[in-house]
């Protein structure tokens, strides 16, 4: 780790939040007191608007019982439909091409019973051994259910130093025989940004179809997926989209690929005009929204109304430029505060490679993690030795930053994180 030449001081901290445009939003989360909150990469906070955009979807309950579906601030009925519109700026897409709907592998699931059709010796799916476990799950089963063996089928890009993926390393193995590809737009673990638009143009060179997981990107960093012509994409709410735990997910479908019909069928993926026709046979709707299969968790789904709203009002460009800044603070912070420490900054550094959290191996990461949330700083463990760290654009300060690696050195120097055991809780 080196050392550079840098202002360390808690004066150029405040300097770097007086100038910070974005710093009036910290005021609309509910930040708890003497606490410093870095896991936004996990969950994001709770927001007033989003807060209150889920009681007024109880009062229509409450006043309209069943006719919510029609009446009251946010028609039920048409509740998907309004969030997709609000999330596609995020992606760069159109309203059309977004649903808000189910969860993140549910949706993944519908996606590769839409997308996965294999045929002759087009038959494997391509995606990398860094890929969050629930991606590479709903991968395998569907290979099985069509009757192939995953440990043959299931193409995993390595990682040369299981941090990193090489995107040389991807474009290198699509051959003829890859139906599908899936891949992470942000890696969860290192952070790393996929270059998406060059690993899509050569899958498509290639005659594969391909999607990305927006998890980790999402309501952080803009997206173009129209313009790189990605085929399909999912993603979850409830990260830095702070949509709350199990908020409902999201799925993408380029324009093209829309008169696809829905691999899963399910009576809200209907055209909405004949939806209570009650037909035996589905007339799918025309848009993203024929990829829905059951009704809308309506209440999961609400507090997205006013957290989107917020993104609409800030864009998402500020926020990436806020975010890279926030980042190289603290990675600039850290080599100069830790580098006595055995700490190692697995994340890219480079701001076109890394999304918008920061990624620390230390030997001892679950202890170190657990003394920090004694003194009130909420990190992230991934192990078997990484520490995230995710000072989120709308809710963290500079000061923040500053704080927790200062407390962080603290720790270290004088071995309190010595106390705990270092292997992870039931829920890192």
Request: aromatic content about 10%; overall charge neutral; proline content about 4%.
């Amino acid at each position: 780790m080196e050392k550079v030449n840098f202002d360390r001081s808690l004066d150029y901290a405040h300097q770097l939040d007086k100038e910070d445009e974005l710093r009036c939003y910290q005021h609309e989360f509910y930040r708890q007191p003497d606490t410093i909150y870095m896991d936004g990469n996990s969950l994001g906070l709770l927001s007033k608007r989003a807060e209150n955009s889920l009681l007024t979807m109880l009062d229509t309950w409450k006043v309209h019982g069943i006719d919510g579906w029609l009446n009251g601030k946010h028609p039920w009925f048409y509740l998907s439909e309004k969030l997709g519109e609000m999330s596609a700026s995020l992606i760069g897409a159109k309203k059309e091409e977004v649903i808000i709907t189910g969860s993140t592998t549910v949706n993944l699931h519908q996606l590769l019973a839409t997308f996965y059709k294999p045929e002759g010796k087009r038959t494997k799916i391509l995606a990398d051994e860094l890929n969050f476990p629930s991606d590479i799950y709903a991968i395998k089963s569907h290979l099985q259910l069509r009757g192939f063996n995953p440990d043959e089928h299931l193409i995993l890009v390595k990682s040369k130093d299981g941090h990193i993926i090489a995107e040389k390393d991807i474009l290198d193995v699509m051959t003829d025989e890859i139906a599908l590809a899936v891949f992470p737009s942000v890696l969860y673990r290192s952070g790393q940004l996929l270059d998406i638009a060059r690993i899509t143009e050569k899958a498509h060179e290639q005659g594969i179809l391909i999607g990305f997981d927006l998890c980790h990107s999402i309501g952080s960093l803009p997206h173009l997926l129209d313009n790189w012509k990605v085929d399909f994409a999912f993603w979850c709410t409830y990260k830095y989209v702070n949509g709350g735990p199990g908020s409902a997910a999201g799925i993408y479908v380029h324009k093209k690929h829309l008169p696809k019909k829905p691999g899963l069928s399910g009576w809200f993926g209907s055209d909405k005009k004949m939806q209570f026709d009650m037909d035996l046979t589905m007339n799918p709707a025309t848009t993203a929204g024929a990829l829905q299969i059951g009704t809308p968790n309506v209440l999961s789904a609400a507090p997205l109304l006013g957290s989107l709203e917020m993104f609409q009002e800030v864009g998402i460009n500020k926020i990436r430029t806020k975010s890279l800044k926030l980042t190289k603070y603290m990675m600039t912070l850290i080599e100069n505060e830790l580098q006595e420490y055995d700490f190692t900054i697995a994340n890219p550094k480079e701001d076109n490679r890394r999304g918008g959290h920061i990624y620390l191996e230390h030997p001892e990461a679950a202890r170190i993690c657990k003394a920090l949330k004694q003194e009130n700083i909420i990190p992230d463990f991934r192990p078997p030795s990484g520490i995230r760290i995710a000072p989120v654009a709308l809710y963290n300060s500079f000061e923040d930053v500053w704080r927790v690696v200062q407390i962080l050195k603290r720790l270290m120097k004088e071995g309190r994180y010595q106390q705990f055991e270092n292997k992870r809780d039931i829920v890192s």
